[in-house]
């Protein structure tokens, strides 16, 4: 049985939170859980940005802001830096004790279309092969105006993150990506850690206040109309007025009451959420009345390390790894959409596969080396070497690696028609393997928005002075999200909540 576990962050003072829902047969495999997540948890700390010092002195709090900005992830901070810009007086309120969110834990990239690095790299995309391959993702389910803003503005936002000092050009093939979409930072390196650390820079060099341990819990208003908000700080709660508020705290993927709510078939399944992703966002919105929807489309990811919620990246598929059953073959393309491979994965007799790759792309995609630390790569130095390392039979894994390899020569996977990510063969020794099965990622239902990011209520009425941004909000993706689009969503509709809630600010000034 699969468990529900939220990956931890190692905060300052070396308190560990405890994930929920863990059970363990013994305490040595307790231990052995523990130390693997207060490893994963270590790196998300360092690389998400974050020491304490970094952050505004509580006593700097005032009583009055234009914008007040709830979360301190991708979006929250995008959406901060951009009212900033627009001429705000924003301030960021976190209830964690450090910047990042499930941001920090993005291991992808960002998809974006009609880039000036795809124009560098000679790569024909187009906004509208965005939109349809997004629609497609999503099943045709896709808020289609939330959809044409999000690709019409994601060049843009490439270009906005460039002229920050955070660059992503190095592009790659996301599942349900017909060309080289998603951007990566140079390296090839994880998108989150990277963002996360150059948006909290920028925040930074704008002078935006940007409190931790702060935890909101209510919105304000009066006359229908939003003008503040309720916090809780290390105990010490009081009101925060505002002429606006943008809501940018995450989805729900952490709070299992609320998965199995909506989605009682996934009980029990792993997660590979930051655990601040408890929908808190999600509730205070209906409490003033907002709508919701899509709340059952909680997108399960294929490849995550079950006993610790690891997230390997889809990056690994996207340099060309390909996936393997128990008997070495393999049994379905690996970059079809996140929702058919992991359907493929669960219909597999032992409902778990092994991702198989080489050492060139290993070397082409950089996560691997925090995989290698995690201790959940196993290699060998030839394929027979790999296929006894991970008990499958030698012969025919030496086979699915000919006939994959000779798909890559010969441009043509008559198995299983897969035509994205076919760069590179698997030819150099020595060969990895990770064993995956699915877990919980993202949750694509939530508040609904439209293009202004404003808040909507159960009439579709905008609630005055309330705006969203980022996996609290629901529509965008759809049935299916297509990897990358999440890194996206958060940069560029946070910048739109940012620039509409300076705009409604300044009008009631």
Known sequence: MKKIVSSLILFSSAIVLGACGITTPDESEKSSQATSQTTEATTDAASGASKQEEYTDPSELKDKYDVVIVGAGGAGMSAAIQAKEDGANPVILEKLPVAGGNTTKSSGGMNASETKFQKEDDIEDSNDTFYKDTLEGGQNTNDKKLLRYFVDHSADAID???????????????????????????????????????????????????FVNTDVTKINEEDGQVNGVEIDMDGNKQTIDADAVAVTTGGFGANEQMIEENRPDLKGYVSTNSEGSTGDGIKMIEKLGGQTVDMDQIQVHPTVIQKDGTLISETVRGEGAILVNQEGKRFFNEMETRDKVSDAITNLPEEEAYLIFDDALANRAKQVDFYKEQGVVESGDTIEDLAQEIDVPKKQLKETLANWNEAVDNKEDSDFERETAMDYDLTSGPFYAIKIAPGIHHTMGGVKINTNTEVLDKDNQAIPGLYAAGELTGGLHGNNRIGGNAVADIVIFGRQAGTQATKFAQGNN
């Not at 920050?164 to 989150?192: F, Q």
């Open 160 to 210: 906005w993150l460039d002229n920050m000092g955070i660059t992503l050009n190095n592009i790659s093939y996301s599942g349900g990506a017909s060309v080289k979409r998603i951007h990566r930072p140079e390296d090839g390196s994880a998108v989150g850690g990277y963002l996360v650390e150059g948006l909290l820079r920028n925040v930074h060099e704008n002078d935006i206040p940007i």
